[in-house]
């Protein structure tokens, strides 16, 4: 199976460090492209990085994955709560998702607790601050090995 990962992010992450810290902290999505990169290259695994406040963007970078990937660690954002075409599109990819939410979303509005995604995702990490991606990575990583032996 291919070691390459896709880690795609949704609508506000690319001001993540300066949108509301108290709820998504103080880190910048370079420092996590950075971080997500360091892991990978640790793991021997090869990684695309992408934010896009488009929805088509996160889709099309789904039907690249089709092809090429091993995996997906997805945080949606605020699509997480809308968008069936992003679910439909995960529908299309058969290797493993990872939905990641750096809040508890579950901890806060009504709204925010269902995901379209969390239908096809094969595991689910809120909470955990951005280390959710690293812990993501580190998942996909797992599943990727168990598929190639
Ligand atoms: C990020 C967002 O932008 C919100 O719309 C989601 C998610 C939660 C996060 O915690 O990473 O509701």
Redesign the pocket.
């Known amino acids: 199976m291919t070691r390459l990962v896709f880690v795609l992010n949704?609508?506000?992450?690319n001001l993540l460090g300066k949108r509301q810290p108290h709820?998504?902290g103080h880190e910048t999505l370079a420092d996590v492209e950075r971080d997500c990169r360091s892991l990978c290259a640790e793991l021997n695994l090869d990684l695309r990085f992408h934010q896009s406040n488009r929805e088509y963007e996160i889709i099309d970078w789904i039907h690249e994955a089709r092809e090429t990937a091993g995996g997906i660690a997805i945080?949606p954002?605020?699509f997480?709560?809308t968008s069936v075409a992003i679910l439909d599109a995960l529908n299309t990819f058969d290797s493993p998702v990872i939905e990641?939410?750096?809040?508890?979303?579950h901890k806060?509005e009504a709204f925010?607790h269902h995901s379209f995604v969390s239908q096809r995702a094969d595991a689910v990490i809120?909470g955990a601050g951005t280390q959710?991606y690293l812990l993501a990575i580190r998942r996909l990583h797992r599943l990727i090995e168990e598929a190639s032996k």
């Open positions: 949704g609508p506000n992450l709820i998504y945080n954002a605020a997480t709560h990641v939410h750096i809040s508890n979303v806060r925010r809120a959710g």
